[in-house]
């Protein structure tokens, strides 16, 4: 069974700062696809960027980015320039190729402070 | 822009009780979830429907029912609330055939009393 782990519960950065959110999943799949998805307080879960296993380029959108270690198991995210509206929980989460099902780690919950 | 929406933002109801959650999508997805989120455990996926009258169990279904009659109307239902099951729902949709963004609703918090 696939796993998906965040090991920082909180963060927390300055605005226009660097910061880098953590997650490592288990799984003996090859072919697969990572998310990140954003929950801003009281709103609506919204993805953020997407990454698909056989590509070895990191998915960029705007000021988030990744890093995709495959061999490591690792698919952290980067936000650039952090902004007040980036406040919010983060949650990586893993897709097997063919099937619609996520499985969520536990969240990160980022505070941007001005 | 893609509409999800869940019939109450919060629900107050007693141990016993019959609940029911519902989902409605204005996008013709094919696909259909529904989670449950807890503080420390994240997102769960309690069951899930690929198209009418279709359902599958998902991680953690005890204790729930779903129900899926047209495709734009997705229910979970608790046939008798217990106060284990107070939490956060959220329902989401998917196209489905390998389109793999799941999109969201705002979600229903469910206090059981």
């Known amino acids: 069974a696939q796993t998906v782990t965040q090991s920082q519960p909180e963060m927390s950065v300055q605005e226009a700062e660097t910061v880098t959110l953590s997650c490592t999943y288990d799984t003996s799949e090859n072919n697969y696809y990572l998310f990140w998805y954003k929950q801003p307080p009281s709103r609506q879960m919204i993805l953020v960027i997407r990454q698909e296993a056989y590509k070895q380029q990191n998915a960029t959108e705007n000021r988030f980015s990744v890093n995709f270690q495959k061999a490591a198991k690792s698919f952290s995210l980067k936000i650039s320039d952090s902004q007040l509206g980036d406040t919010a929980m983060y949650f990586c989460a893993f897709m097997k190729h063919n099937t619609d099902k996520l499985i969520f780690g536990t969240g990160t919950r980022l505070q941007v402070f001005p | 822009d893609v509409k999800v929406t869940q019939s109450s933002r919060y629900l107050v109801k007693r141990t016993g009780e019959k609940v029911f959650l519902e989902c409605v999508q204005d996008?013709?997805?094919?696909?259909m979830f529904w989670y449950r989120q807890d503080p420390g455990l994240g997102l769960r996926l309690i069951y899930f429907?690929?198209?009418?009258?279709?359902?599958e169990k998902g991680d953690i279904p005890e204790g729930y029912s779903v129900s899926r009659e047209k495709k734009e109307r997705f229910s979970l239902i608790l046939e008798s609330a217990s106060t284990n099951q107070t939490s956060m729902y959220l329902c989401a949709i998917s196209p489905g055939q390998g389109t793999y963004e799941q999109y969201f609703g705002p979600g229903t918090r469910l206090t059981v009393t």
């Open positions: 996008m013709d997805h094919e696909n």
């Open positions: 429907s690929y198209d009418v009258k279709m359902k």
